[in-house]
């Protein structure tokens, strides 16, 4: 599919990326015995009912007690099995930041955390149901992995490396149904950015929903003005985060811009920031929520609000480049 | 698998004693730490590691030991002590009690000490963990091959989250799983009537779906006749309330919260001694 393709939502499939967790880790199921899914009471919302309706038995229902969830999932793992929590981001590792800390990070407990509704791109629920410091408070925790999959496709294959991986992972996932960009077979591998387009002037670095809009954005800009060249990365992980593709862009380009659904302060662009005035300094902006809550709405009026929209992107990219 | 020692009850009684007084010397040469609740629970690790636990100190993760599950890590210098006396690591090493480099942390860790199960000191979470064990122990088809033993104190009684965990045993009755509350009555700030009261813990327990017995923390015929009763429970997991003395054993700290987290000087500590040797 060639990048102008993209621009016509229409012409793409769209499916929740949340869903593609739940289905990647119910095909998981099949080969892995050793696998068991929880849930607080959110077993279709967070998409864990694939895995539920197709093995019972390693279903665990625990009510709406994320807390508890996540102590009887380090003591799972603990006794050999590899848990998988499906919950609200908000509640899975908001209101359960340190259980987390002391009963799966600490211990170095493989439990893979499946977080939907990240972001303001959560829409109608409003503000409280809408993480937006996640990548923060999850990033700073020591042997925890932190990824934010695109789209559906990448969500699937985010599922399958973390069980790979043995270790703490927490997996951002968006509610509603967006536009399936990569592919099924995309490879996709912990700790490596996708660059989805070269270029040479500016460097934007994308996460989870925004990379879609930052494609629009990057491909809109092309057909206005030939002139600007702008290099895509697709950082689906956060931590760790891949130095080498972000340093060797950054040299290239000379400016960075970072677009997150998610507060500017600690989030994906900090963690940029920290990569680059380490080793590379330069002029950066980060787009995302600065200091705000969200609010009810749809989501694309939500994303166009905070500014991480295409138009939001678009006009970011051509004032830091003139 | 079988417990190594399998002490009789006098022989428990003597054990006690003289784990008492290591740990009063671990904790004055540490300087810091707590000491009247590892003193009140003197007793039961004893029975448990001389007696009631299954395990085997050459082979520390054999699958089908029993696991003792330490809740409120904070009473760790009585795990460290009953454990360096069952063979674990030498008794010289409880001097490194929180020390730099030391294997006996502050609060338990399990990437330093092997044979501690879980690391732990943040209240509430315990019974969770160990809640999430007994599961894996069914789903992995060793449910009868082994126990799975929570230690909590009565003050985390007062986390939600050990009520969450007390919902999901009984749901999924959890019957090789049985908690013991370290019911001393006194945390930081003052007893735990005051601070906030627990009463009925007896009722509460009973209305959660729980097997619930009661039995004198200190008394080790008592010890061993409700733990081993709770052992047989089947369909459903059994709560016992432990009424310990805190400090039991040393005139000066017995039943005084003041003692809930500090360490006696040395002079207090050859008190102490000069008391227990007194009793031995």
């Given at each position: 599919?060639?990048?102008?393709?993209?621009?016509?939502?229409?012409k793409l499939e769209k499916k929740p990326v949340r869903e593609g967790a739940g289905v990647g880790v119910m095909e998981l199921g099949a080969e892995k015995d050793d696998i068991v899914v929880l849930t607080a009471d959110v077993s279709s919302s967070a998409r864990a009912n694939f895995f539920e309706e197709k093995y019972p038995d390693r279903f665990i229902q625990c009510g709406v007690a994320e807390q508890n969830m996540a102590g009887i999932a380090g003591g799972l793992a603990y006794n050999g099995m590899r848990p998988f929590i499906f919950a609200y981001s908000v509640f899975a590792v908001g209101r359960n930041w340190e259980p987390i800390r002391t009963t799966i990070a600490y211990p170095n407990n493989p439990v893979v955390i499946c977080a939907s509704h990240a972001g303001v791109a959560t829409g109608e629920d409003g503000a409280t149901h809408q993480m937006t410091e996640d990548i923060a408070i999850m990033r700073t925790m020591p042997n925890m992995t932190v990824l934010s999959p695109a789209d559906y496709n990448e969500a699937r294959l985010a599922v399958k490396a973390a069980y790979e991986l043995k270790a703490p992972v927490y997996i951002r996932l968006i509610r509603g149904a967006t536009p399936i960009f990569t592919k099924p077979d995309t490879p996709f591998k912990i700790g490596k950015a996708r660059v989805l387009q070269e270029g040479s002037d500016v460097t934007l670095i994308a996460t989870g929903i925004t990379v879609y809009e930052a494609l629009q954005a990057v491909e809109e800009l092309r057909i206005e003005n030939q002139e600007l060249s702008v290099e895509l990365i697709n950082l689906h992980t956060i931590k760790p985060i891949d130095k080498e593709t972000i340093i060797a862009s950054a040299k290239k380009t000379g400016k960075v811009i970072t677009v997150e659904d998610h507060q500017i302060e600690g989030g994906m662009g900090s963690a940029v920031a920290e990569v680059l005035s380490e080793n590379y300094p330069?002029?950066?902006?980060?787009?995302?929520?600065?200091?705000?809550?969200?609010?009810?709405?749809?989501?694309?009026?939500l994303l166009a609000h905070f500014g991480i929209n295409r138009d939001g992107i678009k006009k970011a990219i051509i004032s830091f480049t003139s | 698998m079988n417990n190594p020692f399998n002490y009789n009850i006098d022989e428990l009684k003597k054990t006690a004693n003289i784990i008492r007084q290591d740990l009063i010397k671990m904790l004055v040469e540490a300087g810091s730490g707590h000491t009247a609740g590892p003193l009140g629970m003197a007793d039961i690790f004893t029975a448990f590691y001389f007696n009631l636990l299954r395990y085997d100190t050459k082979d520390i993760e054999n699958p089908n030991r029993d696991r003792l599950i330490l809740s409120n890590g904070h009473i760790c210098p009585i795990r460290y002590t009953a454990m360096a006396h069952a063979g674990f690591f030498e008794i010289e090493e409880l001097k490194t009690f929180r020390k730099f480099n030391t294997r006996l942390e502050?609060?338990?860790?399990?990437?330093?000490?092997?044979?501690?199960?879980?690391?732990?000191?943040?209240?509430?979470?315990g019974l969770s963990l160990s809640s999430g064990i007994?599961?894996?122990?069914?789903?992995?088809?060793?449910?009868?091959?082994?126990?799975?033993?929570?230690l909590m104190s009565d003050a985390e009684q007062e986390e939600g989250m050990t009520w969450e965990a007390?919902?999901?045993?009984?749901?999924?009755?959890?019957s090789n799983l049985i908690g013991i509350i370290d019911y001393n009555n006194i945390q930081i700030d003052g007893k735990v009537e005051d601070v906030m009261p627990l009463e009925p813990i007896v009722d509460k327990y009973k209305a959660f779906n729980w097997s619930v017995m009661e039995m004198n923390g200190n008394d080790m015929e008592d010890i061993l006749n409700t733990i081993n009763k709770a052992i047989e429970v089947k369909n459903k997991p059994t709560m016992i309330i432990a009424r310990n003395t805190p400090g039991k054993g040393v005139s000066m700290f017995e039943n005084n919260y003041k003692w809930h987290g500090i360490t006696p000087n040395k002079e207090q500590g050859n008190n102490?001694?000069?008391?227990?040797?007194?009793n031995a």
């Open positions: 599919m060639l990048l102008k393709d993209y621009l016509d939502e229409e330069l002029p950066i902006k980060r787009l995302g929520l600065n200091n705000s809550f969200g609010s009810t709405g749809d989501p694309k009026s | 502050g609060h338990p860790s399990i990437h330093s000490l092997p044979g501690l199960e879980t690391s732990s000191g943040p209240l509430g979470e007994a599961l894996a122990s069914r789903m992995r088809g060793e449910e009868n091959d082994y126990n799975i033993f929570c007390a919902m999901f045993a009984s749901k999924y009755k959890l102490a001694l000069r008391e227990l040797q007194h």
